[in-house]
């Protein structure tokens, strides 16, 4: 074989091992390593039930991070206990996104409104590349579940102190 043809087939090798990392790298990072606003959510959650209120601070935007000394202690404070939800269908529309999330109601509630479980529209808007929730517009688009939520309470006698009889 002459030089020539060693120096391309070497320059062939070098090339498809290049494409081959590129392509192994593409994929690390798109199913791995990059924000989407359903890991954003899991990792909240996550975060919520262990207690760790910097990474709830770290998983919403600049304008909500003040909600996280509330969320971050709010369920499980460090307790093995599962947090049980369910994320509906993502719709992205730009830098904001909207996850549906259904989680059950404890057994209290559903004795008063007869609802099982509530579904919350979480916001989400793309700061800097990563997936943030935004508290204010997850609570202003799920004001309508939870004023169906207080209407069953209200409907069922809860607001007068107990269950109907």
């Known amino acids: 074989m002459s030089g020539s043809r060693r120096t391309g087939a070497a320059v062939v090798i070098v090339i498809v091992i290049v494409a081959i990392l590129a392509i192994a790298g593409a994929g690390v990072w798109w199913f791995v390593l ?92 793309n700061e800097d590349g990563s997936w943030k929730v935004d508290m204010q517009d997850t609570m202003t688009g799920s004001i309508g579940g939870l004023m169906g939520l207080m209407g069953g309470m209200v409907g069922s006698g809860a607001a007068g102190g107990g269950p109907a009889p």
């Open 34 to 125: 990059r924000s989407t606003p359903e890991k954003t959510l899991h990792t909240m959650f996550r975060a919520q039930m262990a207690g760790d209120v910097e990474t709830v601070r770290a998983c919403m935007t600049e304008r909500s991070q003040r909600w996280a000394d509330r969320l971050g202690g709010m369920t499980g404070g460090g307790s093995e206990q599962e947090f049980e939800y369910a994320l509906g269908e993502t719709e992205i529309d730009g830098d904001r996104a909207t996850v549906p999330v259904t989680m059950p109601l404890p057994e209290q509630v559903t004795q008063y409104t007869g609802q099982t479980e509530i579904t919350l529209k979480y916001s989400l808007h």
